[in-house]
């Protein structure tokens, strides 16, 4: 039994990697009072963008590559969405739509090549507890690093002057105008911000999780992170959970046949999806819990004075 | 900093602009990629959006494509007025095509007049009943319907798989993932001899009015309309948030429904995983660009449909990618609401004022 959960937990950590990635980056860009629904376009354009860098310059380069293609990305979201108060999420909408379709037209390029991926980093002393090593201490350093990201991202948001700026803006950007706070620099900021870590959830899954291009290869996982925040009620912590619960069904659904279950393989590929709605349908039926930890003023548009 | 300034009155001139300038500089920036690729801009165009009309056939795939995204799109429509975004029109279009299928494979060998309607009604049924669960899910537990909507047409790709690959593959056929072929009295019937457009062109036809007469004269869409504008006022006026949620969820979602039947029943005469090339997608752009106006979006339908014709040729004649019109659908409508900002802000004039 021990034999078997190993692997499957420590495949589940790097599946859910992306969506962490992508989801604690929205998580920010919501925490100013911008909702962006473009995650999955700009997960595909850091994508594609992570693996051109990576032919060139390893992963390291490829997922720089992809924060930088994801921030690029999120840039006429923002314009368009901050400086023109357009629908937020129509905007998101079209962002996806425009990334799926840049995406496919520029990895026309890198069909049917493919990277070397990543060998673990297996972490010495930590790797030999058992259960807990392999599982968590034998992975790539990617993993790692969204777990510093997300470290960071927990301390900067609860503690630091930073994030109480951030969670002002969300929370009335009127006041936060009032004291003097650049509101849409700062939404700005935590937009691309946003768009990066998602562009480095695209890149991890084209240069780590299954090292090539294809076209539409994040599959709903840009959804599904924001489906994660609203499912986190916005806090890094519940986030992780979430993003981990959700690794864990995809690779569940891959065992399942072994683990005897009698369903076709395409239902079970659908499992993740249903369980998003059903997970949305639990958070949202607890009005108050939402209420209470919702940013104000996500996604209202708010044009200066 | 700021960019603009509100209007002390919306612009009605932006209003009507709004559209055909976002084409123009879509139209810009695309000869700008056609330039960059080396590929010279204007015979770019000719390919793109020439070329497709100068056939009968062309002029015939140009209303088969524009059909379904035009009915879809009228029922989107609805619900965005009513400020319910129904983005999972994929997956109601699919569900449609899934039970109108079944109609056809069941009743194969069959023969009788009554096959073609019951399977666009099953379609309807199909797709309403599709969207009839995130209607359930927003009104009973808040649930919001954009993610819920989208993971349904997800799980509707994942049904469709199953179905083609599994309990309704063609027994006989190669190991292809894709029903039987369907027997003539589940087809619509070509108008002409050699092309593709058939009947189910008339249905889109026959609902465009439809639509227009509930839009323009019915009390629901009012409803509809105010609770979109001044949820407090409908509120007040007593009108039901929840009817409005059903109503706009179960309309576009059968009208979905529908245009999935005509496409397993019309082009495609059978079940596939090909059969939509997003067009639950497309809608919604085409809805936004037709200013969510029955009539806007029969003009928008032909200029989507022509975005995706163009496509098809440039990839044949030109070897560029399919995914082009994606990439033109995602800059229209950027184009698009950046414009209609302009409808209520106008750039702004006031100089600073230093206290």
């Known amino acids: 039994m021990i034999e078997y959960l190993v692997p499957v937990l420590a495949t589940t950590l790097a599946a859910a990697t992306p969506l962490v990635f992508a989801g604690l980056g929205e998580l ?9 629904l473009g995650v999955e376009g700009m997960m595909l354009i850091g994508a594609v963008a ?11 380069g490829g997922l720089l590559c992809g924060a930088l293609a994801g921030a690029l990305a999120a840039l006429p979201f923002a314009f368009l969405t901050l400086s023109l108060g357009t629908n937020q999420p129509a905007t998101g909408l079209a962002l996806t739509i425009f990334g799926i379709g840049l995406s496919a037209f520029v990895g026309q390029y890198f069909v049917s090549q493919s990277l070397p991926g990543l060998q673990p980093l297996i972490i010495p002393g930590l790797a030999e507890i058992p259960l807990l090593g392999p599982v968590f201490f034998s992975q790539s350093w990617v993993v790692y690093l969204s777990w510093l990201t997300f470290a960071w991202l927990a301390w900067m948001l609860a503690r630091t002057r930073w994030g109480l700026i951030l969670r002002a803006v969300g929370e009335s950007p009127e006041a936060a105008h009032a004291i003097g706070y650049p509101v849409t620099a700062i939404r700005y900021a935590a937009t691309c911000f946003g768009g990066a870590m998602a562009g480095i959830g695209g890149a991890y899954l084209s240069t780590v999780y299954t090292p090539l291009w294809v076209q539409n290869m994040t599959a709903g996982r840009g959804w599904i992170a924001v489906a994660l925040v ?25 065992h399942a046949q072994g683990l005897g279950v009698e369903l076709p393989s395409q239902l079970l590929a659908a499992v993740p999806y249903v369980a998003t709605i059903v997970v949305l349908v639990l958070i949202s039926r607890d009005r108050k819990l939402l209420q209470l930890n919702l940013p104000a003023s996500l996604g209202k548009p708010w044009i200066g004075n | 900093m700021q960019l603009i300034e509100p209007r002390a009155n919306p612009s009605r001139t932006m209003r009507w602009l709004a559209p055909p300038l976002a084409i123009l500089l879509t139209l810009l920036v695309a000869a700008g990629i056609f330039a960059l690729l080396g590929k010279p801009p204007l015979q770019a165009f000719y390919v793109f959006f020439i070329e497709p009309l100068e056939t009968s ?12 995204l035009i009915l879809i799109a009228q029922g989107l429509a609805l619900g965005f007025r009513a400020r319910i975004y129904n983005i999972g029109a994929e997956g109601q279009l699919l569900l449609g095509a899934i039970c109108a299928s079944g109609v056809a494979i069941y009743t194969d060998g069959m023969e009788g007049a009554w096959i073609l309607p019951a399977m666009v009604l099953a379609g309807a049924v199909g797709g309403g009943l599709w969207g009839a669960i995130p209607a359930w ?20 790709t994942y049904l469709l798989s199953w179905l083609v690959s599994g309990p309704w593959r063609d027994p006989s056929g190669t190991n292809f993932p894709q029903s039987i072929l369907f027997a003539e009295p589940a087809m619509f019937t070509p108008l002409f001899e050699g092309l593709r457009i058939n009947a189910s062109v008339y249905i889109a036809a026959a609902l465009v009015p439809v639509f227009w007469l509930f839009v323009a004269k019915s009390f629901m869409a009012y409803q509809l309309a105010v609770g979109g504008e001044a949820p407090a006022a409908a509120r007040y006026a007593g009108f039901s948030a929840n009817r409005t949620v059903w109503v706009s969820l179960v309309i576009s979602g059968a009208a979905a429904g529908i245009a999935g039947a005509a496409e397993a029943a019309g082009p495609v005469g059978q079940l596939t995983l090909s059969l939509s090339p997003g067009y639950g997608y497309a809608a919604i752009i085409v809805a936004w660009v037709g200013r969510l106006h029955p009539l806007g979006i029969v003009l928008a339908g032909l200029l989507m449909a022509l975005i995706y014709l163009g496509g098809e040729a440039a990839q044949v004649s030109m070897q560029l990618p399919a995914a082009i019109s994606w990439l033109f659908q995602g800059m229209l409508l950027f184009f698009l609401l950046g414009a209609d900002a302009f409808v209520d802000f106008r750039l702004r004039q006031r100089k600073e004022v230093t206290a």
């Open chain 2, 57 to 68: 056939n062309g002029w015939s795939e140009l209303l088969l494509k524009a059909s379904p």
């Open chain 1, 230 to 254: 609203v499912f986190a009620t916005w806090k890094p912590g519940r986030l992780m959970l979430g993003a981990y619960l959700f690794g864990g069904m995809t690779i569940l659904q891959l």
């Open chain 2, 137 to 156: 899910l927003r009104t009973r537990f808040q649930a919001q319907e954009t993610l819920t909507t989208l993971m349904l047409a997800y799980v509707a």
């Open chain 1, 50 to 60: 992570g693996f051109a860098g990576g032919l060139h310059w390893g992963v390291a």
């Open chain 1, 28 to 36: 920010v860009t919501e925490k100013s009072g911008v909702i962006n």
